[in-house]
């Protein structure tokens, strides 16, 4: 199985980090809310004993990252709260990378705006195979009917 991609990072004025959503769009880690728990995932003994399971969630109310337009569009379509978890790996860190860009590509595709339909026609010879196939079809059926006695 590929792993997964790293979410793209970018190092903010302080030491922290920030979580790249889109072109426009960056969150700040101090945003999204981490936390590590026992893992039911790869690791034999090793997951009984080590917190590797990573669950990251984001507060879509609290956020001063996302503008109004954008706050409103993710509630309509992911709801107050975005939570990705993460238990595929043995690391815990390796496993924090996953959640972060599981929970980046949930927030993405919650503002991902849909390309709207443009309203076309049926094309003149598209019509014309239309008719042609319901003559054909009309036409197999009559053969099928038994003869009429005149």
């Known amino acids: 199985m590929p ?3 790293t979410p793209p990072t970018e190092p903010e004025d302080g030491a922290g980090k920030r979580l790249r959503i889109n072109r426009e769009l960056t969150i700040p880690r101090a945003e999204i809310e981490l936390r590590a728990s026992r893992s039911s995932g790869p690791g034999g003994q090793h997951a009984n004993v080590t917190a590797s399971r990573v669950e990251a969630s984001f507060d879509v109310l609290a956020s001063a990252s996302l503008s ?3 706050r409103a569009r993710v509630l309509a379509r992911a709801g107050p709260r975005l939570v990705a ?3 595929d790996e043995r690391s815990q860190a390796r496993n924090r990378e996953l959640a972060l ?3 980046g590509e ?3 595709q919650a503002l991902a705006v849909p390309k ?3 309203a076309t026609r049926p094309t003149t010879a598209s019509r014309e195979r239309r008719l042609a ?3 054909r079809a009309t036409e197999r059926k009559r053969e099928r009917r ?4 005149t």
């Open 3 to 5: 792993a997964a991609p």
């Open 68 to 70: 109004e337009a954008q």
């Open 85 to 87: 978890i993460a238990q």
């Open 101 to 103: 860009a599981r929970l």
């Open 106 to 108: 949930r927030l993405a």
């Open 116 to 118: 709207r339909r443009r």
């Open 133 to 135: 196939s319901k003559r």
């Open 146 to 149: 038994p003869p009429e006695d």
